[in-house]
Structures are given as C-alpha cells and as structure tokens.
C-alpha cells in the first residue's frame, strides 16, 4: 500500500501548522464562526448538533495497522472512545474540542493520514472497490488509479472552489462494489479489443433530492489520458456549472440540463486543446509514473497454500456459528488457500458504522497477526480483512468473537447502511440510527434473517441521503413534516453495475410504523418468490412495485389501499422532533453537550 513521501509529510504538516494558527485565533475571537468556517471545512472539521466533527480521509478505504491503532488512540484520548465509519470509506469523530483538532491532525499525519478535502467544494475523498488487490473477479487493481487521482487532486488551485462538492469511484471488477454510477465521476476499468487497459467513464451521478444514474461519457479511455481526461471535464464543469443555486449546482444537473451530447463534446474539445498544447504530452501519465505508483500495491508476499484445509473443514463442521459466519462474511479471493474477510460493524441493535477503540485495536492487531497488516473501510461500513489464509478462519473468527465483531450478517437485512441521522446531524430532518436498530433487532433470528437472503436496507436522515437510500433494496428516507418525523419507503434500488434508483412506494410512514411497514413487505416478497434462491431484488424486478405497494398499504391499516378510487391511508401521528431528541437523549449516554 502507498507510504507518504518527503512531499506527502511536508504538504501536510504545513496544513496542520496553518490551522492551528487559525484555531487559536477562532478560540482567541479574532475570527468569526464565519470567518473560521471556510477555514476549518478546508481541514474536515464540521459543526455539527452538539459538537465539532472532524471527518478523516481513508484514501480508497486502505488502511494498514498502526493507522487503526492511531485511530483508536484519538477516539479514547479526544473523543468519546469510538469513530464512525461512513460511506465515503472515511472515518469521523463526533465530539472533538476545537481545541484540540490540531492536535488530532498532528497525531494524523505521523502515521500518513490527514482530513484535507474530506469538505468543501472541491474533489473528495476517492472511493474504490474494497476487495481491491483481492478479489477474485478483479480485471486490475484500481487502488492505483485512486492513489494517483489522490496526488492530482490534493490542493489543486484550479479545482479548490467548485460550484458543488465532487466525488470519484473506481473499480477494477466488472461487479461494481464501489458504486460508481452514483458518482459525478465513475471509473471502470476494462479492456478493449486490443486487450490494453483502460477506463470506461461515467459522469453525472449522484444521489441527494435528485438522484441520478451516471451517463457513459467515454467507453475506452487509455490509462496514459486520465489525468488530461478528467481535468477536462472538470474544467467544463467549473466553468458551465451552476452557481446561483446549490441544489441545482452538482454536474448530474449540468449533464441533464445541457444533456449528455453537449458535454461530451465540450470535454473532448477541451481535452483535445489540453493534449495540443506545448506542455501537453506531459499532461499524458507516463508508463514509468503509472509504474512506480503500481509498485506500491505490488501483491504481497503470498504462501504458496492449497486451497482446501482440513482444519478448516473439520471447524465448519463442528461450530454452527462459524459456519454461518463464513458463509455470509467470506467471499473468495484471488489467491489459493486465502479468502477475504469482511467484518460487520452491525451487530445487533447497535449503531452501524460505529467501533469502539477497544474494537479499533482488536481489528489492527487481527489485521497485523492474521492480513498481512492490511484492512480497508467499505461504503457498506464495515471492515475488510483483505487478505486472511482459509485456514486462519476459526482463529480469526475466535478473535472477532472476544471484540464483539462476529456478527453473521454480511448482505443480510441486518447489515443496514445508516447516516448519522438527527442524533448528531446539523442537517438531519429525522433520526436514522434507532430506526436502523429496531430493524435490526425485529429481525434478530439468524434463522429469519438466512430465509430472507440478500436484502439491502439503506436508511437516510434528510433529502441529502448520506444513507445511499436511493439504491437500497428498500431505502427509507426520513423528513421533516409539521413537527413530525416521517419516513418514505423506496423499492428497487440497487448499488450494483445493474444500477437503479428506487422507486418511491407512496406517502411516508410515522416512526412507530417503520417496523411494522418493513415486515410486511419482507412477508410479500418471501410469499411472491419462485424459490428460496430468487433474491428481494429479484422478485420485486419480476413483478415490479404493484403487489410490494398493496402489501405496504394494506385496507385494513386506515386506508384503501392503492387500488384505483380510494385514498392512501394517513400515516399516524408519531412524536414530535424535541420529543424525539428527549428520547434519544436519555436512550445515548454519551450525548454530552459541549459550550464552546
């Protein structure tokens, strides 16, 4: 994995250095809270409800060893004692003091990380596959591609102050688990007839109060023309996009305004101009630059293993909770006698995405005694053991066990996507963790839930769906309205290369009926199906939204139904938002109000 260079420490301690100085000068009252937001969003530090949050960047999710540890060091010497894993595959802490930020950051940097553009309108933390380097299905690893797009981008004047935030996904399989099409930019990597690789390019996705599928801007881009490529959208789209109306400003709403034809040929025009210039065969990466970067993912030092292991079979055999869990957190890997572990971050009834430091320590030294010392942060959040010998599972499993991170639930209707929600969200509508914990704990039976198969339930606080409802088997989306908390159900989405966004099944449900509205269509879909291997998704492609829609809205729940003549039925009326806040303060002990 990539190791900071001479340029990578400098540039980030000179940052360090330049916002303590800012810092001190906000605590001083020598800056406003408006002068000093633009200051600290550069450096991943938000106000949020009740605190600060400081978001780190995890680079294409990779994390090693000591990084995990210095982490769990932060969240026990400066937070709360725990972090919380996103779907950008970053990390955040949730109740830093502003004083203390400068110091998180310096302890950051002396293992390599930073919080630099994790905010703000410029390009984003990029995202990658995390089985990357791993997985079987892989054609390149796109780790590389990322780490390149990182140097590029890192304090790029020309792209500093964007109309709107911009994010990148690249995978190297076609089984898209970074979800690319759901990014202004997504890069898949391919190959063309030749055999040579390269990137298919997608433009113009993103999720948010209008979600949109990515549009295919160039089916084959040579490896040598990425940067030059992606500059040149970019130029296009900070010169064309909008800026009188933040809503309208990301460039999803640029591509279907002036449609996809117009803005493929302005890019091909500014890349041709680019390529024209004096300079501009250095604006092609060169084969040596693509290699040396390469050389820092070089595949590890492997055993040479069979792929079978007695030892292992003869576990599966004796151990019922072991086998559940290989069957549903382990998926092959490239190399024989090796398997890729995820971890779930969701066991039951607890917050998804949230680690202990305890955890954060369990997780580093499993990493470092059982992965070669690597993990990675899905956007599922969870955490990937990428490379873990077959015959290392019960040891590893016996170890996940002690730190509470055993849970069987990977793709299961359990292992459920949450924002933050309105426990800790400035602009959450409505809260998305206890609704996310009553789901999971309603379908607690490991049995249930192995009947149910794949499921994905992705879960969204406000209309910005930091959740990923949108492409949620069954997405929730919880708003505001006249005092009360309301949750949409969408149905169908999917975060895969079969990309769709979901379909909103009618008006929205109060918080007590979340549950209770969820069973139901679990009951449909395992009443509809073919057989037991016909997944949610399937049978709702198979027979579309109709019979999920008179399952959701019932006559007999103070309605008729969404039969033709009759009206939806009302949602009942659930607790208001400071009655909502009451609860969730005396259900969270650690909601401890800082003044600063």
Known sequence: MYRYDEFDDRFVRERVASFRSQVERRLSGALTEDEFKPLRLQNGLYLQLHAYMLRVAIPYGTLNSPQMLQLAMIAERWDKGYGHFTTRQNI???????????????????????????SGNCIRNVTADHFAGAAADEIEDPRPTAEILRQWSSGHPEFAFLPRKFKIAVTGSPNDRAVTKAHDIGLRMVRNAAGEPGYEVIVGGGLGRTPMIGKVIREFLPKADLLAYLESVLRVYNLYGRRDNKYKARIKILVHESKLETIRAEVEAEFERLMAEEAGPTRALSAAEVARIEAYFAPPAFDDLPDSDAGLEAALAADQDFRAWVKTNIVAHRQSGYRIVTVSIKPIGKAPGDASADQM???ADIAERYS???????????IVLPHVRAADLPEVFACLQKADLATA???LITDIIACPGMDYCALATARSIPVAQDIANHFNSPALAAEIGKLQIKISGCINACGHHHVGHIGILGLEKGGIESYQITLGGDATETTAIGERAGPGFAYDEVVPAVRRLVDAYLALRTDANETFLQTYRRLGAAPFKAALYPADIGGSGSGAGGGWPKAKAGPSLSASAQVQQAAHSQYVFYHF
């Open 372 to 382: 070669l010392g690597e993990l990675r942060v899905s956007h599922e959040q969870n």
């Open 92 to 118: 955040q802490f949730n109740w830093p003091k502003l004083q203390d930020v400068p110091a998180i950051l310096e302890a950051l940097a002396d293992v390599g990380m930073h919080a630099i553009q994790t």
């Open 409 to 411: 639930n990977i793709g």
């Open 361 to 363: 320590r369990a997780l």
